[in-house]
């Protein structure tokens, strides 16, 4: 038996326990029945942010842009990035425009951008774009 992990659902921000073993089998959150661990990006915004970076899975974070080409193009590596990560990492997209003054919090300069958080700290920040080998490579370096 492995020690349970805290992860805040996706949905109501709840914080959930979820031992280690069973992350894998898409658990539901006690709250609001929404899946915790989702093989899709969740939404991030002002208003979850810091729910969000709570827990003890990492976060990856893709800051983005409607108007953005190399977002456009990067949304599917992103999104198959979340499905083979899925119960290891947590990835949330942030659009930028939407969210400009945390976006700016963040020192974002140019996007797409990708941060790694740990523990509500980040730990790595990537700009640009990157097929998926690179990405999970990338992931790798910092522990994933
Ligand atoms: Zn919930």
Same mark, same amino acid.
């Given at each position: 038996?492995?020690? =349970? /992990?805290?992860?805040?659902? =996706?949905? &109501? ?5 979820? =031992?280690? *073993?069973?992350?894998? *089998?898409?658990?539901? &959150?006690?709250? &609001?029945? $929404? ?7 969740? *939404? ?5 942010? %810091? ?21 456009? $193009? ?13 119960? +290891? &990492? ?25 941060? /790694?958080?740990?523990?509500?700290? *980040? ?13 999970? %490579?990338? /992931? +790798?370096?910092?522990? /994933?």
């Amino acid at each position: 038996m492995s020690d =349970p /992990l805290l992860i805040p659902c =996706p949905h &109501c921000n709840g914080l959930n326990r979820i =031992p280690g *073993e069973r992350r894998h *089998e898409s658990p539901r &959150c006690g709250r &609001c029945k $929404a899946q915790v661990l989702p093989a899709a990006p969740i *939404e991030l915004t002002q208003g979850n942010f %810091a729910s969000q970076l709570k827990g003890d899975l990492p976060l990856l974070v893709d800051v983005w842009a409607s108007w953005c080409g190399p977002c456009q $193009a990067f949304a599917p590596t992103f999104q198959q990035a979340a499905t083979q990560l899925q119960g +290891r &990492c947590r990835l949330g997209k942030l659009d930028s425009e939407a969210n400009a003054q945390l976006s700016g919090q963040l020192g974002i300069r140019s996007i797409p951008s990708l941060i /790694l958080f740990r523990g509500g700290v *980040e730990v790595a920040r990537q700009s640009g774009a990157m097929p998926l080998p690179q990405l999970l %490579a990338w /992931l +790798r370096q910092h522990g /994933l």
